[in-house]
């Protein structure tokens, strides 16, 4: 590596704050969802994350119970894909970060292509030297 590209790592990560990691865990999040990568988007959340997806009927307090969850929403109607469109993030502290938006689901059911589209909620906090999701909301778009 030379003198320059290792400088320009070094300034890369002296200016990337707490927004800019949090989102790094979203493009993780969205890549693990559209691979459908069960462990991958299971390992971004805290073990203590609190968590409400689409289709919960409670919260869920347990990784297992987020396991469970993403072992029913990505091994089915395959392929799938997750887009975070319009959202904002709002630095809470420099270990919590908020972001909120609108997202697009897509998949394929009985072999014909739907999407959804809904409001979603991550809060992304450092947990000793990690950035994991700590709360997940997602719900239905309203008609």
Do not use: C
């Amino acid at each position: 590596m030379s003198a320059s590209a290792f400088l320009a790592t070094l300034s890369t990560v002296a200016i990337a704050g707490p927004k800019e990691e949090a989102l790094q865990v979203l493009e993780k999040w969205t890549k693990a969802f559209t691979d459908s990568d069960v462990d991958g988007i299971v390992r971004l959340y805290a073990p203590d994350a609190l968590f409400l997806g689409t289709g919960s009927k409670t919260v869920v307090v347990k990784p297992e119970g987020i396991r469970t969850y993403f072992e029913n929403a990505l091994l089915n109607n395959r392929p799938r894909s997750a887009t975070l469109g319009d959202y904002v993030p709002m630095t809470l502290s420099d270990t919590a970060v908020v972001i909120t938006g609108l997202d697009t689901v897509t998949g394929v059911r009985d072999e014909k292509p739907f999407s959804a589209v809904g409001r979603v909620t991550f809060v992304v906090a450092k947990r000793d030297s990690d950035w994991l999701i700590v709360h997940f909301h997602r719900s239905a778009m309203p008609n």
